[in-house]
Each structure stands twice: as structure tokens, then as C-alpha cells.
């Protein structure tokens, strides 16, 4: 579809109805992140710069979930059985996405993990434990290199600024990484009290403290889409031609439509994965039939807080159930639940 169009840099401007703004020609030291990334920071135009109010709201509801997405990703990258299979590397696979279309890349990556993963029944349980001391770092630098820029994009009264913190967004998965990096080996940055509470609390308990805020964030977005947008979920979520035909700009309506697609394929793939990993525990003996079917019925919880929230919910529900053991006993020899 993108490619029946000229390049929407080609102007030096966003143009819609009403008004236009300068597309920013410089933001990082390397030009050729420029090049790269100025096409892709104008596809967002319609949603961030509102000239298509339904797409600001579909993807500011988008785009919070999924920071849960990733930062259960990021989460799994830390777990000791996934070290060195994809899971590893969710920079790798979120900065693809960000170039090559979530809805192509992400089913991808959860192919890679149910493929190269192991099983629950081959791990042992020091294997599954995240490391939660290091986990905690994930969740202040999710905040800072996506969730405010994503309120800068979607909520900032300047449109100039709202551009602007369009292209601080993007790359955010890679300055997650760098910045994990960082101040692992500059550890005394981190005040150890930190980093001792973070080892010492409750597994769970942890846990629920790196994850609630992103799906507390991602629930409110949800929820304040429900009572005040204007617009029908079908409108909202359900691509359609009929987008390009109510535009006199029919990349607009393009636009709306391949991001619909990313949500949905991409939701719709985590949810997958999700119950890969509901049968994944059945097989390994830990839940019941019947758990799994209770977990999977769950799911229905999407329409109440979203999909991100619910697929953060859903997430640790599983984890509080997988990590319970301290000693090197096998997964498969756990009571059922």
C-alpha cells in the first residue's frame, strides 16, 4: 500500500486541511538516522497531529499496550533459560519493527520464541527465575525513552512539539538498551540499597512493581477511550478501504488502515503466544486442564482494560504459577494446579 505513494518527506512539509507544519530535518548526530527515520516519524502525522482524530485515538491506546508488550519482552530477555535465543535480544527486534512494520516483525519474534525457548518441562527453576535485581532498571528507562515521549507525541498543546518528540520516540528500544547497559557497568550510579531491596523483596511481588506502572498507564488510556472517544471500535480497529475514500488525501486513510493491521496482528499474536504458553505449563504438568482453560477465558478481560493491560495481567498470572520453586527440581515434577 505505501508504495503507490511518493515519499511523504518529499515536501519538507506535513501538510493536512487547515494547516502544516516543518518536518524536522536534522535530530540525531548520525545522518543517516535521519535519512532512515524521517519517512517513518511522518507516518505518525495523522495520529499525533490529530488531522485524523480517529487515529490519535486509536494510537494512543496502541502504542501505551504496548509498552507492556515490550516490557515483557524485556523481562523474558532476563530470564536465564532464554539467554542466548531471541528473547535475548528484544532491542533487536523492536528496532526492526519500528522500520518494517510491527505487524510483520512481531508474529515473527513470537514464532522465534515458542521455536528456540525451552519448554517449561526442560527448565529448571533457578532457569526461570528473572533476574529481578536487574529487571528493576528496565522500568525507569521504559518510562523515560517511551512512555513520556509517547505523552509528548500524543498529549504536548504544540503540534512543532508533538513532531519533535515523534522522532525522540523513535530508536527507543535501542536507548533502553544502551542505557541497561550503562549503568550496569556503572553500577555505583545505582544507589545499591536499590539494587539489595530489588534482590531481596518478593519474587512476585517485584515483579508486579516493574510491570503494574505500564499496565496501570496502558489500563487508564483503555478505559478513558471507552467513555469519552466519539468514535465506534469498528472505526477505531477495523481496517477497511472505506478509510482512503473518506479522505481527500487518500494516504491518510492508507495510513490509518496499516496501522489497524499492526494492532490487531500484533495483539493478536501476543495472545497466541499466550496460550502457547498456558499449554506449555499443561504439558509440564503444573497446570490443569482445566487452569488452562480458566487462563484462556481470561482473555476476555481485553474489553475491560485493553490489551495490554490484559496481556500484562495474563502474563503474571502465568509467572506466579511457573516460579515457585527455590530448589533445582525440574518443572515437570510439579503438582498440578
Known sequence: MILDFDPPSATGRIAWDGGS?????KFHMIPFLDEVFRDVTIGFGPSTLEYDAPTWWQMFSFLNDFGVLY????????????????????AIMATIAQLGGGGVIIPLQYYLYSVFCPPVGLQYSADR??????????????????TIPLAGMYLSPDLNARHYWTWAWQLYS?????????LLACSSLVPSGVLRTAKTMNYHTALRIILGPLIVISATVWINLLVNCPYSFSVLFIPSKNHEQEHANRWVG????????????????????????????????????????????????AIAVGPGAALGGLWLWREKDLVVEVGGHKSGKKRRA
Do not use: H
Open 174 to 182: 535501542i536507548r533502553i538498551a544502551l542505557g541497561y547497559y550503562f
Open 129 to 146: 527465575r528473572i533476574d529481578t535485581g536487574r529487571a528493576f532498571i528496565w522500568l525507569p528507562l521504559a518510562l523515560l525513552f517511551n
Open 254 to 301: 492508507m495510513i490509518r488502515r496499516c496501522l489497524q493491521y499492526d494492532e490487531l496482528v500484533v495483539f493478536g499474536s501476543a495472545f497466541l503466544w499466550l496460550v502457547y504458553l498456558a499449554l506449555d505449563m499443561k504439558n509440564a504438568g503444573i497446570w490443569s486442564p482445566g487452569k488452562v482453560l480458566r487462563f484462556l477465558g481470561a482473555f476476555a478481560g
Open 71 to 90: 516490557m515483557i519482552c524485556l523481562l523474558e530477555a532476563t530470564r536465564p533459560a532464554n539467554k542466548w535465543t531471541p528473547a535475548y535480544f528484544p
Open 21 to 25: 507544519i516543518p518536518i524536522l530535518q
